[in-house]
């Protein structure tokens, strides 16, 4: 091999070297295309909770899923709240009622008042927190964060979601759906 040769191979491996450090490699999972209704609805750290007992003032009103992902009710103390429905959780707070004698036939309505927010990051023109709505997609996102940008690649989404007590990345196309809480990636296109 002549010198030009060795010059040019050194460039094209430097180049590539350098293309793969810019651009992270997309995840390894597919993000389900259906979302069962009770799973998009599933409490959640930053959840704002709607909760009224009949009859009991001191427990009615609004109540945030602290980080731990706890929820603190006036007389009845701490309740873990993260990933249960909203049916669970009301059973859960109609039996503490009833186990410590507050109420012998509790009547609790329980509502989510504010699911946490979705947040929406890379190549959209006002990337941000915005404000989850329901049966939303990731068209919708990027629609509200104000569109894609001229670099996006709008072929190549990521959507960062806490599944269990992990975040999972996921490869996403702009029909999946989004649950609350979401980090939406939109990345930039090399060329």
């Known amino acids: ?51 009224s007992v009949y009859g009991e003032d001191t427990l009615t009103g609004s109540f945030l899923v602290d980080h731990n992902g706890d929820l603190t009710l006036p007389m009845l103390g701490e309740f873990h709240a993260d990933g249960q429905t909203q049916s669970e959780l009301r059973e859960a707070v109609a039996s503490k009622l009833k186990e410590k004698g507050y109420i012998s036939n509790p009547v609790v309505s329980l509502s989510i008042l504010s699911p946490r927010p979705i947040y929406i990051l890379g190549e959209v023109r006002t990337p941000g927190e915005y404000p989850y709505k329901p049966d939303m997609d990731v068209f919708e996102a990027v629609s509200i964060a104000g569109g894609y940008t001229p670099r996006a690649s709008q072929g190549d989404i990521l959507i960062s979601r806490r599944v269990a007590e992990e975040k999972v990345k996921y490869n996403a196309e702009e029909n999946t759906k989004v649950l609350p809480g979401d980090s939406i990636t939109v990345r930039e296109r090399i060329f």
Request: proline share 8%.
């Open 1 to 51: 091999m002549n010198i030009q040769n060795i010059m040019l191979l050194s460039v094209i491996l430097s180049a590539s070297c350098l293309m793969s450090c810019a651009y992270p490699p997309a995840a390894s999972l597919d993000a389900p295309k259906e979302i069962s209704g009770s799973k998009a609805y599933l409490i959640n750290p930053g959840t704002t909770i709607g909760l």
